[in-house]
């Protein structure tokens, strides 16, 4: 694969040279590639796990429906919230040490989750789960640029297709698993062992970060990198759009598109088979869109195909949903790839790891209060109208927005150089 662009030499005095880290044992090793993959298929698992099991938590807990809704809005608002503050914590910690923290909340809110009858508790202990997976959504962009700077598209499609299995098989095996130990909580407390085996990988790494710290030179330890503001680029707002904009669909899609073929005149079985159609055909595009752009000088052919057929796919549900239905969900499934193409390309904008890890807060942060918005609008608009039309429109009129930032960011350029 084509490593990225290297930094521009700039004429003038060469400025004195910044300390760099201690290299770490386990750089570009299979350690941190193996808890990438596992942290990885954590990323959705608690969510889309509830999701299935929204109605029995429901009647578990007596949950009314505000509070069921604000569960299923919890979500976007703590990788929002919470994960703009993961720059602070990699700037005070090292990243396996916050990785080991992150993984043992979500271990622990997961488990304290279905042992409580409480649904306030439950909402609470949500969020203690939510915030270990807000946390690792920000450094997985930055592991990747930190340890494989030269493999940064095979790394990243490795570990979108872990979460989108994750995400995948948590959704499929929720209900069955708790069928068949009686109990909703089985069905959600069961992705708790995969969280608690996610950490293993990161102990010993996190262990040889802080030996690395403590033998690091005086010059070394004092130094601190060049604050970062994606929040005053260009740059770092057309990310944020775009990946807003990608999240903002796919949360959409994934609430209400079997809602729209059941109204097509399909079976509930047949509509929730649609639905995951698309989550499963999304593996290899994971896969290989990483790849893709990190072979590529510029981005906008990538941009501008996948608005090709996320248009089309929109354009066809609204016209003729039931006869082609397996058509446009293979091009939801191609439109969708933009989500893996923005977590590349978060690595590819970047120069160093703390430009990274800035982006990737800046982005996912302000994205996912774009991408909240998205199933609660829809909804609306499905219900005042009674129809799938004006909600379609949106999508579309998202998908313009998603388009125009999709074109600023498609040129090579770098945070660390805007102004």
Do not use: C
Not at 41 to 48: C, F, K, P
Not at 245 to 257: E, K, P, T, V
Not at 335 to 355: D, K, N, V
Not at 363 to 375: E, K, W
């Amino acid at each position: 694969m084509t490593p990225p662009p290297t930094t521009d030499v700039t004429p003038g005095p060469a400025p004195a040279a910044a300390p760099t880290r201690p290299p770490s044992p386990a750089t570009g090793g299979a350690l941190v590639l193996v808890g990438m993959l596992l942290v990885a298929l954590n990323l959705r698992a608690a969510v889309t796990s509830l999701g299935a099991l929204l109605d029995e938590v429901r009647g578990g807990l007596g949950l009314s429906g505000a509070m069921a809704g604000f569960v299923t809005t919890l979500p976007t608002i703590a990788f929002a919230g919470l994960g703009a503050l993961t720059p602070w914590l990699v700037r005070r910690y090292a990243p396996a040490r916050v990785l080991v923290v992150a993984m043992l909340a979500l271990t622990v809110g997961q488990v304290l989750r279905v042992a409580t009858d409480s649904a306030l508790l439950f909402v609470l202990t949500s969020a203690l789960a939510l915030a270990g997976i807000a946390v690792a959504n920000i450094l997985l962009p930055m592991l990747v640029k930190q340890h494989f700077p030269h493999r940064t598209g095979l790394v990243t499609g490795a570990y979108t297709m872990a979460l989108t299995i994750g995400t995948t098989v948590a959704a499929a095996s929720a209900v069955p698993v708790a069928h068949a130990f009686g109990s909703w909580r089985a069905g959600l407390g069961v992705w708790a062992g995969m969280a608690a085996v996610a950490v293993l990988p990161w102990v010993p790494l996190a262990l040889r970060a802080r030996a690395a710290r403590r033998t690091a030179t005086p010059a070394a330890a004092v130094a601190t990198p060049t604050r970062i503001r994606p929040g005053r680029t260009r740059l770092g707002w057309a990310m944020a759009v775009y990946f807003g904009a990608q999240s903002l669909s796919g949360y959409a899609i994934m609430g209400w598109l079997a809602q729209l073929f059941r109204d097509a005149g399909y079976r509930a079985e047949a509509a929730g088979l649609l639905l995951a159609g698309v989550t499963a055909l999304g593996v290899p595009v994971a896969l290989v869109m990483p790849t893709l752009a990190g072979r590529l000088r510029t981005l906008r052919p990538l941009v501008l195909s996948l608005t090709a057929a996320s248009t089309a796919s929109y354009v066809g549900l609204a016209l003729a949903p039931h006869g082609l239905a397996p058509l446009w969900v293979l091009l939801l499934a191609l439109g969708q790839g933009a989500f893996p193409m923005i977590l590349t390309t978060i690595g590819l904008r970047a120069r160093t790891a703390e430009g990274t890890v800035a982006l990737s807060a800046f982005a996912q942060s302000t994205g996912y209060v774009i991408a909240a918005l998205g199933p609660l609008l829809v909804g609306i608009l499905y219900e005042t109208t009674g129809g799938w039309t004006a909600p379609l429109g949106f999508l579309l009129g998202a998908l313009a927005m998603q388009t125009t930032a999709g074109m600023v960011i498609a040129r090579p350029r770098y945070i660390e150089d805007e102004r």
